[in-house]
Each structure stands twice: as structure tokens, then as C-alpha cells.
Nanobody, 125 residues
Framework: VQLQASGGGLVQAGGSMRLSCTASGGTVDNYEMGWFRQVPGRERVFVASIGGGGGGIYYGGSVKGRFTISRFNDENVVYLQMNSLKPEDTAVYFC???????????????????WGQGTLVTVSS
């Protein structure tokens, strides 16, 4: 399975952006999928995840109420809609997929099966 993340770029504080993660090379219908983010010199941090059937949605505390994750299994795509963006949201965002059935919020980043290549989101103040 390969994950391709897209949609990053530069946005002003208060703006919105949508990230996409498209899976290829296999089906991820039953995989937990989600997003992590990382800034230079820091560890990768959980952002949001969604279960295989579209349930089991979790958000990191700093994005709750501003970000929305969704998935469309017939298109093998997961979206992260980011609203009310803040400069502290600036990071490289990575999509992830894991087949163990455990929500990604509970999964260590070293345990995750597949990672996308990352897409840079920059929020200017």
C-alpha cells in the first residue's frame, strides 16, 4: 500500500485548508487511517484518525473543534479539513494507515504500517 498526501501550502491564520490522502496498491477499507504532524526537532504528533467504517473518530486536543477527518472508501481517500488555522498548526502533515484495528490515537508512530510522504502546511500570522 502506498499513501499519497496532498493539499498542503501556505495559508493565513484563520484560514482553511483541506489535506487529502489517497491510498493505492491495495485496499485500506478496514484500516485505521489518520494524520500526524511534525515540526523540525520534535516528535511526530497525533492529529486525527478514523476507523475503517467511518466511525471511531478521534482528534488531538489542540485541533478538536477546528479539524474534521473523513474518508471515502470507494475512492480510497481520507480528508483532513482544517479550519481556523493557527501559526502553531504549521508542520509537515503525514497520513497514516494501520491494519491492527487499534485507533491511531493509541498506536505508537513506530507501530504504524504505512506512512505517506508528508505535506507541508504553513500558517502565517
Amino acid at each position: 500500500v502506498q499513501l499519497q498526501a496532498s493539499g498542503g501550502g501556505l495559508v493565513q491564520a484563520g484560514g482553511s485548508m483541506r489535506l487529502s490522502c489517497t491510498a493505492s496498491g491495495g485496499t485500506v477499507d478496514n484500516y485505521e487511517m489518520g494524520w500526524f504532524r511534525q515540526v523540525p526537532g520534535r516528535e511526530r504528533v497525533f492529529v486525527a484518525s478514523i476507523g475503517g467504517g467511518g466511525g471511531g473518530i478521534y482528534y488531538g486536543g489542540s485541533v478538536k473543534g477546528r479539524f474534521t477527518i473523513s474518508r471515502f472508501n470507494d475512492e480510497n481517500v481520507v480528508y483532513l479539513q482544517m479550519n481556523s488555522l493557527k501559526p502553531e498548526d504549521t508542520a509537515v502533515y503525514f497520513c497514516a494507515a494501520d491494519g491492527a484495528g487499534t485507533p491511531l490515537i493509541l498506536t505508537g508512530s513506530y507501530e504504524i504500517d504505512y506512512w505517506g510522504q508528508g505535506t507541508l502546511v504553513t500558517v502565517s500570522s
